[in-house]
């Protein structure tokens, strides 16, 4: 019984890239992967981050290789899912988890600021949905994961940019999905609600740019109230689900956006 299941959710002998991995959502799911079973590729544009990143992985006995790639170049993504496959010699699991955010009145936003979300949470995405389908076609199997947000879903005043980039994942998700299931392929988003991370916690920050604790405390009490189980959520929240939608255990599952919000939005 126990060796049925363990063998549904195991990544053993997978090979997993994942896009913004330096980083909050992105590390923790390389991390869960590699727990898994999976060797890692690590992808991002902060080149310490990624290094500390694979480092923590491989003291903890797993197998992981940082590749540095800006999403936003899509032949540095191309170049990153052809070097997972000369190096690790196939490709399974692909997340575009890179990532930003900015917060502006629509009222204000210049057209570099959308520019600059469109490229990196869009086009990025875009882009690793085609390089890994690419890589994966031959294999006639893969799954694909993309990260959207509660924000695709919920109204939130100031977010205009990200909410529409991350909307645009969910439909290309939807897309891919029909395109790339005809050779086995599976494509899912994941929609995190607020996640403590480098992205989210701006506004426990001082003019100093460092966390106030008690911005912090009131910050985490105020978002728990949001969720019917009273609950914030941490990395690992987002890392587990991941896991289900890389594995055999969701074989069924694609085109799927899975909501891991603690409640806090219901579509
Ligand atoms: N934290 C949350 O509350 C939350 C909620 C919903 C969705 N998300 C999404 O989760 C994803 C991860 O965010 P996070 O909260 O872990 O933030 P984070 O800032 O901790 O991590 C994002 C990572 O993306 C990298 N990145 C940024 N631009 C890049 C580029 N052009 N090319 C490659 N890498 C780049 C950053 O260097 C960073 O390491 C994002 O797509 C974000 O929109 C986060």
Redesign the pocket.
């Known amino acids: 019984m126990h060796d049925e299941l363990s063998q549904a959710f195991s990544l053993e002998g997978r090979v997993a890239a994942v ?2 991995a ?5 590390r923790d799911t390389a991390r869960v992967f590699a727990l898994a079973g999976a060797q890692v590729v690590l ?4 080149a310490a ?1 990624l290094a500390e990143a694979v480092a923590e992985i491989t003291e903890l006995g797993g197998v992981a290789e940082a590749h540095a ?4 170049q899509r032949t540095e993504v191309d170049a990153l899912a052809e070097a997972a496959v000369r190096s690790r010699g196939r490709l399974d699991i692909w997340v575009n ?5 900015a917060t502006m009145p629509v009222l204000e936003a210049t057209e570099a600021d959308i520019d600059r979300l469109v490229a ?2 869009l086009k ?1 995405t875009y882009w690793g949905c085609a390089a890994a389908a690419r890589a994966m076609q031959a294999q006639g199997a893969g799954s694909i994961i993309n ?5 695709a879903d919920s109204a939130a005043a100031g977010f205009s940019i990200y909410a529409m980039t ?1 909307g645009a994942v969910n439909t290309l998700t939807r897309t891919c999905a029909k395109e790339f299931g005809a050779f086995g392929v599976r494509v899912n988003a994941i ?5 403590e ?4 916690n701006f506004r426990f920050r001082n003019a100093a740019g460092e966390i106030d604790p008690q911005l912090r405390e009131q910050g985490l009490r105020d978002r728990a109230k949001a969720s019917p189980l009273g609950l914030t959520g941490v ?1 690992r929240d987002v890392g587990l689900a991941m896991l289900y939608l890389a594995s055999d255990a969701s074989r069924f599952v694609t085109g799927q956006v899975l909501r891991p919000n603690g409640g806090a939005s219901m579509p």
């Open positions: 896009t913004g330096a980083s909050g959502i992105g992808s991002d544009i902060d981050g790639a800006d999403v936003a988890c890179a990532g930003v955010a990196i949470n990025g990260v959207s947000s509660t924000g991350k929609a995190p609600g607020w996640i991370t480098p992205l989210a990395p």
